[in-house]
């Protein structure tokens, strides 16, 4: 074999050895960056989750508010009610139909949930 067959035998060894290098960095480089978006996704997904839940517990404080406040206006009405009917000497029949239009003004409010 001649020297400068071993040279060029050399220079192509060499390229090949950067080339693989290349490649190499290259997989590493594409792994890195599935792990990176893999982790922001998770990320993602945690404060997604984070936000809904915290959003659950608002609700249900609004809610639990809301029925507090419609309770207590269904007891002062039921009770305007009472003290009507012991001042005014109301008969039963009329105390039963205020009584129904009051239970009708709250399960309009509520949607039907009046208990």
């Known amino acids: ?17 950067r080339v693989l290098e290349a490649e190499n960095a290259a997989r590493a ?11 922001r996704i998770e990320a993602a997904r945690a404060m ?3 936000v809904a839940q915290r959003a659950e ?3 249900g404080r609004i809610r ?9 206006a269904q007891r ?13 000497g109301k008969d039963a029949q009329m105390l039963s139909r205020e009584a ?6 709250v399960v309009e409010l509520t949607g ?4």
């Open 64 to 72: 639990s508010a809301f029925e507090q406040r419609i309770a207590a």
């Open 48 to 50: 997604a989750n984070e």
């Open 29 to 39: 480089a594409t792994e890195a960056a599935r792990g990176a978006a893999a982790a």
């Open 76 to 88: 002062e009405v039921e009770a305007d009610i009472d003290a009507l009917a012991r001042s005014a």
């Open 1 to 17: 074999m001649r020297p400068s067959d071993r040279a060029s035998d050399t220079l192509i060894e060499e390229a090949i050895a």
């Open 57 to 59: 517990r608002r609700i």
């Open 100 to 105: 129904d239009a009051v239970e009708s003004i």
């Open 112 to 115: 039907g949930d009046h208990d």
